[in-house]
């Protein structure tokens, strides 16, 4: 069993479009999504959720209000400046609150006490391609990486009980808990670039992780016509550093027009000339 996933260190490169043609041409795969924060590739892949499980996050404070007797302590020891007056007591921003639980341990009162978030969810789904293992994290919620690791020890469970030789990871943007957590013994990272000063930036970041992972990566050029000079810069950051260029794909609209009908670009133009090339990607990467 062998794992795939696919970064770019920034979002709108094509990374879920990517993924989702991998996921058309791979017969023996799980499929996860690791942009917990912002997952899409549900949007392509379409899955019915078969399991649903909680994900408990960060801690969140609560003061009981017929409890405490405003005596301010708690604010006096918050550092994240989460605790406000409110009526005759205090209250708790839980977006401000960091789960330290230290004013639960100070307040003289006792009024105070701590629980996990219980507002994430994730899932088993399946799709038409096979599992698929996926994430809802609300805004403002915490543990990313953790939620990341936990769906990617569900896939790997799922593959080694139906007996995949794959594991696709849709990957996060950038180089945060999430993205680290995403390539943690991983086999191989795809690095998806866009030809753009940002694209071009952040793809550097994602390999300079993936160096200290010591990751083996391979990339493709995305949208590579929008900017030639900028593309060219990319080929040469790649050659200079060893990394295998497995494709350039230029933009075309078909790609909107796939994600407008909920289909892979491989499903959606499967005899042209971008399916051959991501479907020439897809057995270098197995091979």
């Not at 915490?142 to 139906?162: C, D, F, H, M, P």
């Not at 929008?226 to 990319?234: G, I, Q």
């Not at 497995?246 to 909920?262: C, N, R, S, T, Y």
Request: aromatic share 6%; with cysteine.
């Amino acid at each position: 069993m062998k794992e795939i996933t696919i970064l770019s260190g920034k979002g709108g490169t094509g990374k879920t479009s990517i993924t989702s043609a991998l996921a058309t041409l791979a017969r023996n795969a799980v499929f996860c999504d690791n942009d917990v924060d912002a997952a899409d590739l549900h949007l392509i892949l379409k899955p019915t959720i078969e399991e649903e499980y909680i994900f408990k996050g960060a801690w969140e404070a609560f003061i009981d209000s017929e409890r405490c007797n405003s005596c301010g302590l708690c604010v006096d020891y918050c550092r994240f400046g989460a605790i406000h007056p409110r009526d005759s007591a205090y209250d708790v921003n839980t977006f401000q609150c960091e789960g330290c639980r230290l004013c639960e341990r100070v307040c003289p009162e006792k009024a105070i006490h701590s629980e996990q978030s219980i507002r994430n969810r994730w899932f088993v789904s399946a799709t038409r391609f096979g599992k698929m293992v996926h994430a809802n994290m609300l805004p403002g919620e915490e543990n990313s990486g953790k939620l990341v690791a936990t769906i990617r020890e569900k896939a790997r469970q799922i593959a080694r009980l139906e007996k995949q030789e794959f594991i696709i990871n849709d990957g996060p943007p950038g180089i945060g808990c999430a993205a680290i957590s995403s390539i943690t013994g991983t086999d191989h990272i795809l690095l998806v670039i866009e030809p753009s000063r940002s694209g071009l930036h952040d793809a550097v970041r994602v390999c300079e992780l993936a160096g200290g992972f010591n990751i083996p990566v391979s990339a493709i050029i995305n949208k590579y016509n929008l900017s030639t000079e900028l593309s060219k810069k990319a080929e040469a950051f790649l050659l200079e550093n060893e990394i295998p260029l497995l494709a350039k794909i230029p933009f075309d609209h078909a790609f909107v027009q796939a994600m407008i009908e909920g289909k892979s670009i491989v499903e959606y133009a499967p005899a042209s000339d971008i399916s051959k090339r991501i479907q020439a990607v897809w057995e270098q990467i197995k091979s």
